[in-house]
């Protein structure tokens, strides 16, 4: 069978251009080459407003790969841009070049001496990867940009990243000790200390040319270079003044190295890049303080940072607002705030005492009163609530592009640094500029140091560029008066470009200019970057130009709610409620995403388990909605969503809804797959494996009475592989095994009861045909606890359905009409107040998910609040003092919880863990693990078996594997159970099961 990795690597072979460039590439290189036009498109954005389709791509597999990736470039004179996690937010990392991406296998550890606390490292390594893999050791990496989960170490050193800790450790050129780096010309140099480079040697005569170049310019370098931490534009010249020198380094060595960062990837290509690395801080404290105006919360800054923090970080009410209506981050926001603040400030300590951290912690309190604040602090000395809050402000950008609508913040005068003695007037100032432009900005970040992310609102559909430019001028101006510098943090790009030499002056900007000739005399490594940059509002570049628009189509669901304009002075909606054109809003709802690429975090959730397997860009959230949004604007051909790049880009998509829960903006790819897959099934018709999928609860009455006969197929393995090969079945997976029909003989709880203690028990395809004792089970719970039990059935009529297998097939229609009917049934029960409890996660939660989005109105609407997974309502029973459930100890003192993903996705595994911690004595483990990888049909799929079990073998098969025989296995998912029993041989069983073995 074709591998996975084979099979990503002959993509669109029979559609890829046959250029001498990419012939060669591929003939002599080992890892990826991508020249079709989908791939080109995925690599033309990154978190920038811009989009700029690239020569090619390649994914070098080693060093080899990318040395002749620069040789073959070279010959054929086409420009390189080195990429990393894609995250840059100025445009950095997209160009018409061959974009050289170190992420996927460019990303080990070299050399660790853990004495002198260095590490060298390749370029493609995440930070965080870094991190976790310092810890047992004592040490990090604190250069801790919001972006750590996805960023490369590469792409932090290109543009000299910060991060949130600054204040205490400095700036990515503050913790580089050396970089070995491939020039344009094809040389290999070590830039490190200038002292120890050997005379003669090509770092030695270049190293002399960039000194003699800022001798000259000395005058010009002390009048514009900016006097705050926060200074990353242009190249770092000032520290090679032999006469003046003012290195990074602790004992005043200036290294070659540090020109480098910053550089963009303008100067040479890194290859290994020398770490200087800091040891752990044991102990960590934080206080939020809340202030009832903004302007103070600038101004009390200053004061703040005299008490020797490791972080000052500004959360504006923008990001409160909106942190509020995210489920992941509601109650972590919540317990950070005293009242209606319009920002907070999270101070932190950090320090291998603990009693001196707390002692701040104190002395904040009291300066808070001091200054006329009491009472405004609330203290966070838990490493978990700690960590929790971080990670919030840490999706600050991600949090504030999830406004719905046109208008969106834009990244432009973002970092601008200024003295903190004048961040207060500063702030005030540009917040009067953006209402003189009918708009405002968001803010957050970095206090400590003057640096404050602003982004205005602007529809860069239509004014947009025109306003931008306009406040860019003002607000620079400002920037000049304060004496701050206009490029603080996240490099210049092309939004900044073209201001390197409005910062420095012509002399120090032509003193740029002969660095790059110097180190790229052709003008191939990155071209456009630093100096000869493109205006910022060149519309050529812009990501949604004049002309950008959705072509037509006709969406199944409802997605007006996306397509909604907001005032950005008051956040009112423009017109209120008036919902509108359903197929702008679907195209509203892809461009939702904005690039940043927290869906490619691997540390802990769910998202995005496709990518976790692959590290492909094309079986990303991010490359999803990037391949959706050229579908849906004409660019990729003309076959909408039935296309075969649709199809290819959600092939290995789960439907975990992940993303949903864990993107900050809320892109629900889940949902963007029901549109394709209905759209290619219209086009193209379905598979006789499609049928089987979507009608299954149809076929389930029949098949239960042929149990026997199914499981006698299982044991003639010919006959058995022959159905599986012609269903196109993976021949490893046992066929689905149909168990009698639980509704047809269960009957109602016997007996009357009052409207508040009786239910209705939703049971699904899967427990009514196949696991009928976890139906049996939770109704003989919820009888024990005194409910009148009613079922999802009526004598003579076929069982309700939540219509989930007919969408995750492509028939849409049928799964409406399938919806319509639960909902016409069950809405007497609703009306009178009788809750939906479901066993099933996927099938319940429809009822809060798709439901909406059918056009069903407030019927639907109602159904969504009465429905609830079983241990949800029992949770909210005994809330409600109404679960009166007597329970004992079982056999097993332990259990283990693997959480679907819808549970997971809506905020639903929590009471899961609740319920199981009132068997007495039983001690509960949450595996911490993405998608199951069985996903339904997709783990049954001959196509995606292998795919599915390298998703369940990130975390969830290991940890099953040494959980010890006395710990019981939890699952709710009829997947997850059934790929624990493959993969494991072990047997889940779900929480209704636990609790009727733990009836008193």
């Not at 508040?756 to 919820?782: C, H, I, P």
């Not at 889940?988 to 008193?1000: I, K, S």
Request: charged share 25%; proline share 5%; glycine share 8%.
């Amino acid at each position: 069978m074709t591998s996975l990795t084979e099979k990503t690597q002959s993509r669109d072979a029979k559609v890829k251009p046959v250029t001498t460039l990419a012939a060669r590439l591929e003939r002599e290189l080992q890892g990826e080459v991508l020249f079709d036009q989908a791939s080109r498109g995925r690599y033309a954005t990154d978190a920038s407003i811009y989009q700029i389709t690239p020569v090619g791509v390649v994914i070098p597999r080693h060093q080899r790969d990318l040395a002749l990736a620069l040789d073959i470039a070279r010959d054929a004179r086409v420009p390189v841009l080195p990429r990393g996690g894609g995250t840059s937010q100025c445009g950095q990392t997209v160009g018409e070049a061959l974009v050289i991406d170190t992420s996927r296998w460019l990303d080990q550890i070299i050399d660790f001496d853990a004495e002198a606390r260095t590490v060298v490292v390749e370029p493609g390594l995440v930070l965080d990867h870094l991190n976790a893999w310092l810890k047992p050791y004592g040490l990090w990496y604190p250069v801790d940009v919001s972006t750590s989960a996805q960023c490369t170490i590469g792409g932090m050193t290109g543009n000299n990243s910060c991060g949130s800790r600054s204040i205490h450790y400095g700036n990515m050129v503050h913790n580089v000790l050396g970089v070995e780096a491939t020039l344009a010309d094809g040389s290999e140099v070590n830039f490190g200390f200038v002292e120890e480079l050997a005379a003669g040697s090509r770092e030695h005569r270049l190293a002399e040319q960039v000194q003699a170049i800022a001798a000259r310019v000395d005058p010009e370098i002390r009048a514009h270079f900016p006097k705050v931490l926060r200074r990353v534009g242009g190249y770092n010249l000032d520290l090679f003044n032999c006469q003046n020198p003012k290195p990074y380094d602790p004992d005043g060595r200036a290294n070659l190295a540090h020109l480098l960062v910053g550089s963009e990837g303008t100067l040479g290509m890194s290859r290994r890049i020398k770490l200087r690395l800091s040891p752990l801080p044991e102990h960590k404290v934080l206080g939020v303080v809340n202030f009832p105006t903004f302007y103070q919360a600038m101004d009390f800054a200053q004061h703040i940072v005299t008490l020797g923090p490791t972080a000052v970080e500004l959360v504006d009410h923008t990001m409160i607002e909106l942190s509020l209506q995210n489920p992941a981050f509601r109650p972590v926001i919540e317990k950070a705030l005293i009242g209606k603040p319009e920002a907070v400030l999270l101070v932190e300590f950090a320090g291998q005492d603990q009693d001196a951290q707390l002692a701040a912690l104190r002395q904040l309190s009291e300066l808070m009163g001091e200054l006329g604040l009491p009472g405004s602090v609330v203290d966070m000395p838990e490493a978990a609530e700690q960590k929790a809050l971080w990670n919030v402000r840490k999706a600050g950008l991600n949090i504030m592009m999830s406004m719905k609508g046109d208008g969106k913040p834009v990244s432009f005068i973002e970092d601008c640094a200024v003295p903190l003695e004048h961040l207060a007037e500063y702030t005030d100032k540009l917040t009067q500029l953006f209402r003189h432009y009918g708009t405002e900005g968001t803010w957050y970040a970095h206090a400590s140091v003057g640096t404050l992310h602003v982004r205005p609102i602007l529809d860069m559909r239509r004014d947009g560029a025109e306003k931008m430019r306009e406040i860019a001028e003002k607000a620079s101006a400002l920037v000049r008066e304060y004496k701050g510098a206009y490029s603080g943090e996240h490099g210049d790009g092309i939004c900044r470009g073209e201001w390197v030499a409005w910062q420095f002056g012509p002399t120090v900007n032509e003193a740029f200019r002969e660095i790059k000739q110097l180190f790229d005399p052709d003008n191939r490594l990155n071209p456009g970057k630093i100096v000869d940059t493109p205006k910022m509002d060149d519309k050529r570049y812009f990501r949604f130009p004049e002309k950008y628009q959705a072509i037509p189509l006709t969406p199944v669901f409802d997605w007006s709610a996306w397509n909604v304009e907001r005032d950005p002075l008051t956040g009112e909606q423009t017109p209120p409620g008036t919902g509108g054109d359903t197929t702008h809003g679907l195209a509203m709802a892809v461009e939702m995403c904005n690039n940043n690429g927290h869906c490619r975090k691997f540390d802990a959730g769910t998202m995005c388990p496709s990518y976790r397997v692959t590290k492909d860009e094309q079986h990303l959230t991010r490359g999803r909605a990037n391949t959706l949004r050229l579908v849906l604007s004409g660019q990729l051909g003309d076959q909408g969503l039935a296309g075969d790049d649709v199809k290819e880009a959600l092939d290995l998509c789960v439907s975990c809804k992940g993303c949903r829960r864990e993107c900050p903006t809320g892109v629900d790819m889940a949902k963007f797959k029901i549109e394709a897959r209905t759209a290619r099934a219209r086009a193209k018709g379905l598979s006789l494996r499609d049928r089987m999928v979507g009608e299954m609860p149809r076929y389930a009455p029949y098949a239960s009475r042929l149990s026997g006969l199914m499981a006698a197929v299982e044991r003639v393995p010919l006959l058995a592989r022959q159905i599986k090969q012609a269903l196109g079945l993976a021949e490893q997976r046992a066929l689905p095994a149909f168990a009698g029909n639980f509704l047809a003989g269960a009957g109602e709880t016997a007996g009357a009861a009052t409207a508040s203690r009786e239910v209705l028990l939703f049971v699904d395809t899967f427990n009514n045909y196949m696991e009928g004792d976890n139906a049996r089970a939770a109704k003989r719970v919820l009888e024990a606890a005194g409910y009148r039990v009613h079922l999802n059935v009526k004598k003579g009529e076929r069982p309700l359905c939540c219509g989930r297998t007919y969408l995750s097939s492509g028939q849409f229609d049928k799964a409406k009409a399938e919806a319509q009917r639960t909902l016409d049934h069950l809405m007497p029960f609703v009306e009178r107040g009788v809750a939906i409890v479901g066993l099933e996660p996927s099938c319940l939660l429809s009822m809060r998910d798709e439901f909406l989005q059918y056009g069903f109105g407030e019927q639907a609407r109602a159904l969504s609040v009465a429905a609830f997974l079983f241990e949800e309502f029992l949770v909210k029973a005994r809330e409600a003092d109404q679960l009166p459930l007597s329970l004992k100890a079982l056999e097993q003192p332990r259990a283990m919880l693997h959480g679907h993903c819808h549970q997971k996705a809506f905020d639903a595994l929590r009471p899961v863990e609740t319920v199981l911690g009132w068997i007495p004595g039983l001690e509960i483990e949450t595996i911490e693990s993405s998608c199951c990888g069985m996903a339904g049909s997709f783990g049954y799929e001959k196509e995606h078996y292998e795919a599915s079990m390298k998703m369940a073998e990130l975390s969830l098969l290991p940890a099953i594997r040494d959980r010890g025989e006395d710990a019981l296995l939890v699952a709710d998912g009829t997947s997850c159970r059934h790929q624990i029993h493959d993969g494991s041989g072990h047997t889940a069983v779900h929480v209704a099961r636990v609790l009727e073995q733990a009836l008193a």
